[in-house]
Nanobody, 113 residues
Framework: QVHLVESGGGLVQPGGSLRLSCAAS????????MGWYRQAPEKLRELVAV???????NYADSVKGRFTISRDVAKNTVYLQLNSLKPEDTAVYYC???????WGQGTQVTVSS
Protein backbone atom coordinates (compact mmCIF):
# COMPACT_ATOMS: atom_id res chain seq x y z
CA GLN A 1 0.00 0.00 0.00
CA VAL A 2 1.36 3.41 -0.99
CA HIS A 3 1.65 6.13 1.63
CA LEU A 4 2.45 9.77 0.98
CA VAL A 5 3.31 12.07 3.88
CA GLU A 6 3.71 15.80 3.32
CA SER A 7 5.55 18.16 5.64
CA GLY A 8 7.14 21.58 5.68
CA GLY A 9 4.15 23.88 5.62
CA GLY A 10 3.72 26.84 7.92
CA LEU A 11 3.13 30.55 8.27
CA VAL A 12 5.41 32.81 6.26
CA GLN A 13 5.44 36.49 5.36
CA PRO A 14 4.96 37.65 1.78
CA GLY A 15 8.20 37.29 -0.14
CA GLY A 16 9.33 34.44 2.08
CA SER A 17 10.20 30.84 1.25
CA LEU A 18 9.27 27.33 2.32
CA ARG A 19 10.28 23.86 1.24
CA LEU A 20 7.63 21.18 1.23
CA SER A 21 8.51 17.50 1.35
CA CYS A 22 6.53 14.44 0.33
CA ALA A 23 7.89 11.17 1.66
CA ALA A 24 6.62 8.15 -0.24
CA SER A 25 6.67 4.49 0.60
CA UNK A 26 8.39 2.09 -1.76
CA UNK A 27 10.06 3.08 -5.01
CA UNK A 28 7.13 5.02 -6.33
CA UNK A 29 9.04 8.29 -6.79
CA UNK A 30 11.43 6.75 -9.31
CA UNK A 31 8.74 4.87 -11.22
CA UNK A 32 5.94 7.42 -11.49
CA UNK A 33 5.26 11.01 -12.25
CA MET A 34 4.60 12.92 -9.03
CA GLY A 35 2.57 16.06 -8.62
CA TRP A 36 1.95 18.82 -6.14
CA TYR A 37 -1.53 20.30 -5.96
CA ARG A 38 -3.06 22.97 -3.76
CA GLN A 39 -6.52 23.85 -2.59
CA ALA A 40 -7.45 27.23 -1.19
CA PRO A 41 -10.63 27.76 0.84
CA GLU A 42 -13.75 27.59 -1.32
CA LYS A 43 -11.69 26.86 -4.43
CA LEU A 44 -11.08 23.76 -6.49
CA ARG A 45 -7.90 21.78 -6.08
CA GLU A 46 -5.39 22.86 -8.72
CA LEU A 47 -2.22 21.38 -10.13
CA VAL A 48 0.89 23.33 -9.14
CA ALA A 49 3.80 21.26 -10.49
CA VAL A 50 4.63 17.86 -11.90
CA UNK A 51 7.86 15.91 -12.19
CA UNK A 52 7.92 12.92 -14.52
CA UNK A 53 9.70 9.62 -13.97
CA UNK A 54 12.34 10.94 -16.36
CA UNK A 55 12.82 14.12 -14.34
CA UNK A 56 11.04 16.59 -16.62
CA UNK A 57 9.04 19.28 -14.87
CA ASN A 58 5.98 21.39 -15.59
CA TYR A 59 4.41 24.22 -13.64
CA ALA A 60 1.21 26.17 -13.42
CA ASP A 61 1.60 29.63 -14.92
CA SER A 62 0.85 31.21 -11.55
CA VAL A 63 3.97 29.69 -9.96
CA LYS A 64 6.48 29.59 -12.82
CA GLY A 65 9.76 31.15 -11.82
CA ARG A 66 8.87 31.01 -8.11
CA PHE A 67 8.32 27.32 -7.31
CA THR A 68 10.61 24.39 -8.07
CA ILE A 69 9.70 20.72 -7.93
CA SER A 70 12.46 18.17 -7.43
CA ARG A 71 12.97 14.67 -6.13
CA ASP A 72 15.47 12.49 -4.31
CA VAL A 73 14.99 8.97 -5.63
CA ALA A 74 17.23 7.44 -2.96
CA LYS A 75 15.03 8.97 -0.26
CA ASN A 76 11.74 8.35 -2.11
CA THR A 77 10.93 11.99 -1.52
CA VAL A 78 9.56 14.77 -3.70
CA TYR A 79 10.11 18.41 -2.82
CA LEU A 80 8.45 21.68 -3.67
CA GLN A 81 10.54 24.79 -3.09
CA LEU A 82 8.31 27.83 -2.71
CA ASN A 83 9.99 31.22 -3.16
CA SER A 84 8.67 34.77 -3.40
CA LEU A 85 5.48 33.67 -1.73
CA LYS A 86 2.32 35.71 -2.12
CA PRO A 87 -0.87 35.78 -0.04
CA GLU A 88 -2.68 34.07 -2.92
CA ASP A 89 -0.39 31.06 -2.47
CA THR A 90 -2.17 30.33 0.80
CA ALA A 91 -3.65 26.83 0.54
CA VAL A 92 -3.36 23.25 1.65
CA TYR A 93 -0.70 21.62 -0.51
CA TYR A 94 -1.06 17.97 -1.46
CA CYS A 95 1.31 15.43 -2.94
CA UNK A 96 -0.07 13.02 -5.52
CA UNK A 97 1.06 10.08 -7.58
CA UNK A 98 0.17 11.82 -10.81
CA UNK A 99 -2.91 10.52 -12.53
CA UNK A 100 -3.93 8.27 -9.65
CA UNK A 101 -6.19 8.66 -6.59
CA UNK A 102 -3.17 8.36 -4.30
CA TRP A 103 -2.88 11.48 -2.13
CA GLY A 104 -1.16 12.58 1.00
CA GLN A 105 -2.94 14.27 3.89
CA GLY A 106 -1.80 17.75 2.90
CA THR A 107 0.24 20.48 4.56
CA GLN A 108 -1.01 24.01 5.21
CA VAL A 109 0.84 26.98 3.75
CA THR A 110 -0.25 30.40 4.96
CA VAL A 111 1.27 33.57 3.53
CA SER A 112 0.42 36.58 5.62
CA SER A 113 2.01 39.60 7.23
Amino acid sequence: QVHLVESGGGLVQPGGSLRLSCAASGSIVSLNAMGWYRQAPEKLRELVAVITSGGSTNYADSVKGRFTISRDVAKNTVYLQLNSLKPEDTAVYYCNVYGTPLWGQGTQVTVSS
